[in-house]
């Protein structure tokens, strides 16, 4: 271990041991890409560094790196204000917080008071909204200071994150932390790269059928979809009430953990005991696979079984039928009727008929003008048909036999989860065709049968493809309810792997 690191660690157990401590006279500048985000908040607790000093590399980061387009919004004054104020306080006396004076950073779909929310479209560049949505309060009232608003797939309608909306280097969409020519996953594709490339430590994203384990599947970084309920949605941009849920996403399963549980108000949760831990794996979740994503995934189950977890094969034959009878008509109805009741209720000045005309990504403006607003769905033969009897049918028929499915299949094989690789591929070249229906039915494959039963989904980084070098990451979905169990295993989990390198 290199001392700098050893420093940070002990520093982190002094500030564990004895709170915030007495302010050294010379803190040492912060290495962003050897910490965590829980051990950045013990080294500002343990006076180690300052939230100042953070943020101030945070920033030198992001402005290293413009050409991932990560942000719409990169709020250096504030950010640095908030950070003086960490600072002073920890200097009061006051008690030390879970994320004391750690920068973190926000998909723009969610509400930052006094930043704008665009959703990654044009029509809401000015919306600026006046508080906090609760999910980022949590976060600001246990510490965190927020940098900044991500970029995202446009109105969170994809998942390549090829938004031609707003870019702020010489190439259109957000780029891949671990070659910038790469794909950056979505929907949260701003927070994932913002965190692969150490901008930020941890950051908050939203997810309706992958857009938070997507993200960190392909830019190595480790996010939580919550079972939906769990965390408020008031303050966020919606696609569907039944799937939408907010989601840490961060460098570690640690920070996962901590973030989780500010937000959700858990107590703190330790690594699982891996011996009493069975998981189910599932054909369906196998198909399509490139080498490297089957060559990380089976080399992680190996190293599993060797420190002791049950690996349990689980027929699952009719899971992606029951799936495909309830993803699409679900978030498609629901999307007319969410996004206009936001548009009103946030007083945006903006109908979703003036919403759908300045959309700038071809394949969101096809599937608004051709599908959400005339509530049709796709039907054979490159055919449309009408979306509400097939949504009632979802909803009254298909889902619960989905959920059903899902507990079943806990139940009988005693599993605390089915593990999977999150997407069956690494990352592809970031152009227009990252966001074309076949790349998008590929990548949320395997991600989208459990958003659409409700039940949470853990993405953890498991290496790096052995061509490629680029991160190939593994899902935990467990029963609904399951959270903190699921989180930790996860951090048992990475306690065997280990964690991926930074990004560039």
Do not use: W
């Not at 709170?19 to 040492?28: D, F, I, L, R, Y």
């Not at 750690?102 to 723009?108: A, F, H, N, Q, R």
């Not at 031609?164 to 190439?171: D, F, H, L, V």
């Not at 490629?468 to 951090?491: H, K, N, T, Y």
Request: hydrophobic share 45%.
């Amino acid at each position: 271990m290199s001392q700098p690191r050893l420093a940070l660690h002990l520093a982190a157990a002094a500030a564990l041991l004895s709170g915030c401590g007495a302010m050294p006279p010379s803190p040492q500048p912060p290495a962003l890409d050897q910490l965590t985000a829980s051990e950045a908040a013990a080294a500002v607790c343990s006076g180690r560094t300052t939230s100042e000093a953070l943020v101030r590399a945070s920033l030198e980061r992001a402005r290293a790196r413009m050409h991932l387009n990560a942000f719409v919004t990169l709020d250096e004054a504030g950010a640095l204000a908030a950070a003086r104020q960490a600072d002073a306080r920890r200097a009061s006396g006051a008690p030390c917080l879970p994320l004391q004076g750690v920068p973190i950073v926000v998909k723009d779909n969610i509400h930052a008071a006094g930043l704008p929310s665009t959703g990654g479209t044009p029509a809401l560049r000015g919306f600026v909204p006046g508080e906090d949505a609760p999910v980022l309060r949590r976060l600001r009232d246990a510490g965190a200071i927020v940098l900044g608003k991500t970029n995202l797939h446009e109105l969170a309608f994809g998942i390549s994150g090829y938004n031609p909306a707003y870019n702020t280097g010489p190439e259109p969409g957000v780029r891949n932390a671990y070659d910038p020519s790469r794909m950056a996953g979505g929907s949260s594709a701003g927070t994932g790269a913002a965190i692969g490339a150490r901008i930020a430590l941890a950051g908050l994203g939203t997810d309706t059928g992958g857009s938070v384990r997507i993200p960190c599947a392909v830019n190595g970084c480790a996010s939580l979809r919550p079972t939906v309920g769990r965390y408020p949605a008031a303050g966020i941009l919606p696609i569907s009430h039944t799937r939408d849920t907010a989601g840490p996403m961060a460098v570690a399963m640690t920070d996962v953990e901590r973030m989780d549980r500010v937000i959700a108000g858990a107590a703190p949760e330790h690594a699982a005991e891996l011996r009493s831990v069975r998981l189910g794996v599932a054909q369906p979740f196998l198909a399509n696979l490139d080498v490297d994503t089957r060559t990380a995934f089976d080399a992680a189950l190996a190293k599993l079984r060797a420190a002791g977890v049950t690996i349990v094969d689980v027929p699952l034959p009719t899971l992606m039928a029951l799936n495909g009878n309830v993803g699409f008509p679900v978030a498609l109805y629901e999307a007319y009727d969410d996004v206009t009741a936001y548009l009103a209720t946030h007083r945006t000045g903006v109908s979703i008929q003036q919403l759908a005309a300045q959309i700038a990504s071809p394949d969101v403006k096809g599937t608004y003008e051709g599908l959400v607003i005339p509530r049709k769905l796709p039907g054979p033969n490159n055919t449309v048909v009408d979306a509400e009897p097939v949504y009632r049918a979802a909803m009254q028929t298909h889902r619960p036999a989905l959920a059903r499915l899902y507990a079943d299949t806990f139940a009988a094989h005693r599993l605390d989860a089915l593990a999977f690789p999150t997407v069956p591929h690494v990352a592809p070249a970031a152009n227009p065709q990252a966001s074309s229906v076949e790349n998008f039915l590929l990548f949320i494959q395997n991600t989208d049968p459990g958003s659409n039963a409700g039940i949470p989904g853990l993405q953890i980084p498991i290496g790096l493809g052995a061509t490629s070098r680029l991160p190939v990451g593994m899902e935990l979905d467990g029963p609904a309810g399951s959270d903190r169990r699921l989180v930790a295993i996860g951090m048992a989990v990475e306690g065997v792997l280990g964690r991926v390198p930074p990004g560039r």
